[in-house]
């Protein structure tokens, strides 16, 4: 059984920051992709941004130069700053984990359970 538990959404101001935390816990042999989607409702999920074991990181073009992904191997968790917040980052931000539970098993993905974003004066 894999866990992901998020923390720190909210409300903030157009211009302010929020840092996202996402912890993966349970049954883990190994991490491939770490990172976060988001949704508005009616609409589709959208990447935000993904980092791989090595560091590598891809981000949407809506938000390349003010968010920023990082992720703690060690204790499994992955992070998203995000800076000069817009109105149009207003969602709900999902965590998801690309990981396989033994050597054996295919990999799988997981999600956490969503956190708020609200960017509003």
């Known amino acids: 059984q894999v866990q992901l538990v998020e923390s720190g959404g909210g409300l903030v101001q157009p211009g302010g920051s929020l840092r996202l935390s996402c912890a993966a816990s349970?049954?883990?042999?190994?991490?491939?992709?770490m990172g976060w989607y988001r949704q508005v409702p009616g609409k589709q999920r959208e990447l935000v941004g993904i980092?791989?074991?090595?560091?590598?990181?891809n981000y949407a073009d809506s938000v390349k130069g003010r968010f920023t992904i990082s992720r703690d191997n060690a204790k499994n968790t992955v992070d998203l700053q995000m800076n000069s917040l817009k109105p149009e980052d207003t969602a709900v931000y999902y965590c998801?984990?690309?990981?396989?539970?033994?050597?054996?098993?295919?990999?799988?993905?997981?999600w956490g359970q969503g956190t708020q974003v609200t960017v509003s004066s």
């Open positions: 980092i791989v074991s090595d560091g590598n990181t």
């Open positions: 349970g049954s883990i042999f190994t991490i491939y992709y």
């Open positions: 998801y984990v690309v990981l396989k539970v033994t050597q054996v098993t295919p990999p799988a993905t997981y």
